[in-house]
């Protein structure tokens, strides 16, 4: 039988993990958030109170629901304290050894029939899985970026996952008013296997001197109907998340057509990796973008 989720605790307060407080607090969730420092913590909160101010300016929930919202939202930097909540989002950096290491830590601490999941873009739920005492109870439980805004979630299996499970976090993603995808435990999942290869595509083509870069974005958003161009796209989501994905969809799938533009590897290198950190495939220092080649 599926368990009623009726607490949740989200491990990292960064975009994602914010995010996902954010909608899971409106869906009237009580949430437990953690991060290794206070000041991440603190910034979440702010960051999350201006994002349902904004709901709040443009008429989509009132005043009382966004202080309700907040009121169901806390902190806590001691991981431990989360294994009492009834499912667990692992929102943590996209690297395998960290979401391995946080798991371990609260492995000995969880009730036993509490969900554990994983925010994951790329890792294979398996084998995240397998590490911990449920595999049946684990599951990819995948937001898009920006979570308030975005209405698909990719809901992966393990090998091991069990039918209560997904029914149960299934009926979480219903109560948020967002849409479940159902993917198979492939690298990539559905989303990114599609996406992350047209992003590397079009810096191939920046590459190889097919188009600049505001040719190729421009071509996308009025030649296909994109709303972003790929190489704005790839800037937004962070060029080091996108040649992560890309490096694990070459080393899953072993093959060729997936392998890392040299170019995109130099922008990471380089340590400009889109928004985040003022240059990418654009420079955002001044009042407009301006693309870097």
Known sequence: ????????????????????????????????????????????????????????????????????????????????????MDLVIEAATERESVKQAIFEDLLPHLKPDTILTSNTSSISITRLASRTDRPEKFMGFHFMNPVPVMQLVELIRGIA???????????????????????????AFIVNRILMPMINEAVYTLYEGVGSVQSIDQSMKLGANHPMGPLELADFIGLDTCLAIMNVLHDGLADTKY???????????????????????????????????
Request: proline share 4%; hydrophobic share 40%; with cysteine.
């Open 1 to 84: 039988m599926a368990t009623e989720i009726r607490t949740i605790g989200v491990i990292g307060a960064g975009q994602m993990g914010n995010g996902i407080a954010h909608v899971m607090a409106l869906a009237e969730y009580n949430v437990l958030m953690t991060d290794v420092s206070q000041d991440a913590l603190d910034k979440a909160l702010d960051h999350i109170r201006s994002n349902l101010a904004r709901q709040v300016g443009k008429g989509r929930i009132s005043e009382e629901v966004m202080n309700a919202a907040m009121g169901r939202i806390s902190t806590t930097l001691a991981l431990p304290e989360l294994g009492q």
């Open 161 to 187: 996952t069990d039918e209560d499970t997904f029914a149960s976090c299934k009926a979480v993603v219903d109560r948020l008013g967002k849409t479940a995808a159902s993917a198979e435990d492939f690298p």
């Open 259 to 293: 392998r890392p533009c040299p170019l995109l590897t130099k922008y990471v290198e380089a340590g400009w990796l889109g928004r985040k950190t003022e240059r990418g495939f654009y420079d955002y220092r001044g009042e407009v973008p301006v693309p870097t080649r």
